[in-house]
């Protein structure tokens, strides 16, 4: 291609290029408008993202301070500049080129009977989107903020309690949270959040802990089934000890689910026994580590009769270590750790230098990096060894 100074006649748009045949040339000009054009920019889409773009179905989130993330319904795509060792002209189209000041005649030929095409902008590269996990740990730090209490039931002006008292309502999640709304809506539940007058809300462990063990008492003094809780009445009994309809509604949803039982009539709830009898677990290890025989005789002891206090339940919330003879079993939780792969290990990594696969696995199974499995995850971040073919297989830090 031939370049000219930018001419007074004979501008075309990207019209004047579309029908150019293969060994064949066509000159170009600088547009009357050409340079940096810095609002100008490529993105390079996956196909199935199109129709997201073209229907304004995408949102970029992020913080002056963090990189922007470009965010569909359901997926969170991180935005990175790719640079080109070529030229890439970006030419308009000939009406725009008339918009901008070019000539009305822009598609003809010019006076040495040859088309030029304007060129308005020489692009250094392109954006291309990358699909990586929502970056969730911000909303568990923003909701922790202020956890939802007891002594906020008895408190009748909500407008005067919530402001000024770092509470967010959806719109203020979307805005600050990088995550798509499916994605965030995934957060909300794993973190158990519930919504209370139009803000999101954690529940303080030990609001919680008074619920559970007055549903557990009420169920003793009326002789109901764990198995099999009916929703009014349990509600209208909690109700009574002062205890707010929807939180008692959530506390249900939370350490049980629905079950079909049309010989009661109305809402049928089973309490599952993982839920109650972790919540119980994180109870009496609340900042403590204790023997492990100990720890086993009072969590037995609260948690309901007929529910598998098994320690394999624990998974995922409790380490033990031997100290002597003695084993001592300490909380530590796979909800308190990064989503984030690095920070994940490395905070692994510091609380046991190493990790047999077992033990490990829960730990790690919760990660999401789109295109890299638990195994890849494995090799990316630690290093393996195996004493022998039968053994476990020993994780430590790469």
């Not at 004979?10 to 408008?33: D, K, R």
């Not at 009574?240 to 509604?249: C, E, N, Q, S, T």
């Not at 598998?308 to 750790?337: P, Q, R």
């Amino acid at each position: 291609m031939e370049v000219e100074n930018a001419q007074p006649y004979g501008e075309g748009g990207a019209e004047a290029i579309l029908n150019v045949q293969p060994n064949t040339s066509i000159s170009i000009a600088y547009h009357h408008h050409f340079g940096p054009h810095a609002d100008l920019m490529l993105l390079e889409l996956d196909e199935k993202l199109l129709p997201d773009i073209l229907n304004q179905r995408v949102t970029l989130r992020g913080q002056p301070d963090e990189d922007a993330v470009l965010c569909s319904q359901s997926k969170t795509y991180a935005i990175k500049f790719v640079g080109t060792s070529n030229s890439l002209f970006l030419i308009p189209p000939s009406d725009l080129s008339i918009a901008l000041g070019a000539s009305p005649n822009s598609s003809k030929k010019d006076h040495d009977n040859s088309t030029v095409a304007s060129v308005i902008k020489v692009v250094p590269g392109s954006m291309e989107l990358v699909e990586v996990a929502p970056r969730l740990d911000k909303l568990k730090v923003l909701l922790s903020e202020n956890p939802y209490s007891f002594d906020e039931v008895s408190q009748m002006n909500t407008e005067s309690t919530h402001k000024n008292r770092g509470l967010y309502a959806w719109n203020d999640l979307i805005e600050k949270v990088q995550a798509s709304d499916e994605e965030l809506c995934t957060g909300l539940r794993a973190l158990s959040a519930v919504e209370i007058d139009g803000y999101w809300r954690l529940l303080d462990e030990n609001f919680v802990d008074e619920i559970l063990n007055m549903l557990l008492h009420n169920a003793v003094l009326n002789d109901w089934l764990l198995n099999a809780l009916n929703e009014d009445e349990v509600l209208r009994v909690l109700e009574a000890d002062g205890f707010p309809l929807k939180i008692v509604r959530h506390c249900l949803e939370v350490y049980g689910r629905k079950v079909d039982d049309e010989t009661r009539g109305g809402c049928t709830w089973r309490l599952e026994d993982r839920p109650l009898c972790v919540h119980f677990a994180r109870v009496i290890l609340r900042g403590e580590k204790m023997k492990l025989e100990r720890f086993m005789e009072e969590w037995r002891k609260k948690v309901p009769e007929g529910m598998n206090a098994s320690f394999d339940v624990l998974e995922g919330e409790v380490l033990t270590e031997k100290i002597g003879i003695e084993t001592w079993i300490y909380a530590f939780s796979v909800s308190s750790l990064s989503s984030v792969p690095a920070e994940r290990f490395s905070r692994l990594f510091q609380e046991k230098p190493k990790w047999d696969g077992k033990e490990l696995q829960p730990f790690i199974r919760d990660l999401k990096v789109p295109g890299l499995s638990s195994e890849g995850l494995l090799l990316k971040y630690t290093r393996r060894t195996q004493p022998s073919a039968n053994a476990e297989p020993i994780f430590s830090a790469r």
